[in-house]
């Protein structure tokens, strides 16, 4: 029997590598604690820190219009009610994506209409979008997953020839670029979340950005009534409206725009960290027989490091399991996982007529899916693998480590597939 860690050998990572996120500094304590002293806690309209950090959004992205929400799922939601969406609208969206994705879009009364993914990204796949278009098709939605752009010329591309609206979640991938453009700036409107994993971590919040002076206004009464948009309500069909808006209370917490500024200001240092640690991966995994580096298009000309997810491919492991590959690596000290939800397409909101939420204007005709419709998306799911995303560049010592334990498992293929067998077996 090898020396894996699995079977009682010394484990390649002695110690486990700590991972530390949000990386909170001194300065960012003293800024929230300095407001909450002076009773700084909330806001009526665009005012304090959620104003200052409204414009570093807007002076990044270069687009005149930036609105601070409670979360990037509201930041979602007003994107969709700002394109004014409604009964009857279809939405093409990534079956492979977080669920604030997509039912936003039926909080709109809209009809979201799932698309496969991309089989080395889980991106969403613009060949597969084009079956789905239908001429009740008025928008899409696309995510940034796990930090890798989607190719946005291609989305222009594709949107200008079918005449929609194009929303940009970059909840997972603040920072990141494709073709040189930062993701956020080339869509009708972009979401992002703010929330503590993410790369501009509030705690909890959110960041529409937009070009549209249209769907900017519906997104202020949609949901920051009363002094707000009485002050940013410019439309004089809407002006009557605007005190009390759509009723919906999106306003972001100071406190957290006080944590996100500091955040912000740093976000392209902690890029250049994670990128130094996603091409260490890369070395190493390229250099280790069975191995191979996470997937990344030509046209990523920054990634935003949320995710490092290679690919498992069992043939070059003579069939063994990713379960037992998995379960080798972190019995090795390597904390590797995968992904843990479906696909949007197997979930019972997709899958039964009965959704249990009446109230919304859910068609009665609306597609179910079934299993192996969207295949690609369930072999990513099926073959993606994740390593952390540290945020600080891991020392000589632990990327030693690791190319050990890649190393051991490698040679160790026979005895972890012998394993495997009398698992199954049992």
């Not at 200052?52 to 930041?75: H, I, K, M």
């Not at 060949?127 to 010329?153: F, I, K, N, Y």
């Not at 990141?176 to 979340?193: C, H, K, N, P, Y």
């Not at 190319?403 to 490698?410: D, P």
Request: with cysteine; net charge negative; proline share 7%.
């Amino acid at each position: 029997m090898s020396d894996l860690a699995l079977f009682g050998g010394e484990p390649a990572l002695r110690e486990p590598v700590e991972m530390t996120w949000p990386l909170i500094s001194d300065a960012d304590v003293a800024r929230v604690a300095d407001a909450a002293r002076r009773g700084e806690i909330s806001y009526d309209a665009s005012e304090g820190f959620v104003a200052e950090l409204e414009g570093v959004f807007r002076a990044r992205l270069g687009r005149p219009y930036a609105l601070a929400t409670s979360s990037g799922t509201a930041a979602l939601h007003s994107a969709f009610f700002g394109l004014s969406l409604g009964r009857g609208d279809e939405v093409l969206a990534p079956t492979y994506t977080y669920l604030a994705t997509v039912m936003p879009i039926v909080a709109c009364n809209a009809t979201p209409v799932l698309v496969d993914a991309e089989p080395d990204t889980g991106n969403i796949d613009l060949d597969d979008a084009e079956r789905h278009v239908t001429p009740r098709t008025r928008a899409m939605v696309v995510t940034h997953l796990s930090g890798h752009p989607v190719d946005m010329e291609r989305v222009v591309r594709f949107a200008r020839r079918h005449g929609l609206k194009v929303v940009e979640d970059c909840s997972q991938a603040h920072g990141a670029a494709s073709a040189g453009a930062e993701v956020g700036t080339r869509g009708d409107v972009a979401a992002f979340s703010l929330q503590g994993r993410k790369l501009v971590p509030a705690g909890e919040g959110g960041m529409l950005a937009t070009s549209d002076t249209d769907v900017y206004e519906r997104a202020v009464m949609l949901g920051h009534f009363a002094a707000r948009s009485e002050q940013e309500v410019h439309t004089p069909r809407r002006v009557p409206f605007a005190k009390l808006g759509y009723g919906l209370n999106y306003r972001m917490h100071p406190l957290g725009a006080a944590l996100a500024l500091g955040q912000i200001e740093r976000l392209d240092q902690h890029l250049d960290w994670r990128a130094a640690t996603f091409a260490a991966y890369d070395e190493l995994l390229r250099e280790t027989p069975g191995f191979a580096p996470a997937p990344r298009q030509a046209h990523v000309t920054r990634h935003g490091g949320y995710s490092y997810q290679p690919l498992y491919d069992p043939a070059a492991w003579g069939g063994l399991p990713r379960s037992v590959f998995i379960e080798a690596l972190r019995a090795e000290g390597v904390p590797a996982t995968v992904p843990s939800s479906p696909p949007l397409h197997r979930e019972a909101f997709f899958t039964h007529a009965d959704t249990g939420i009446e109230t919304f204007a859910v068609p009665q005709d609306r597609h179910l899916y079934r299993a192996g419709e969207l295949p690609a998306s369930e072999a990513y799911v099926a073959s993606a693998w994740r390593l952390p995303a540290y945020p600080q560049p891991l020392s000589a010592e632990k990327l030693a480590g690791f190319a050990e334990a890649f190393r051991k498992v490698a040679a160790g293929a026979d005895d972890l597939r012998r394993y495997g067998e009398i698992g199954a077996v049992r």
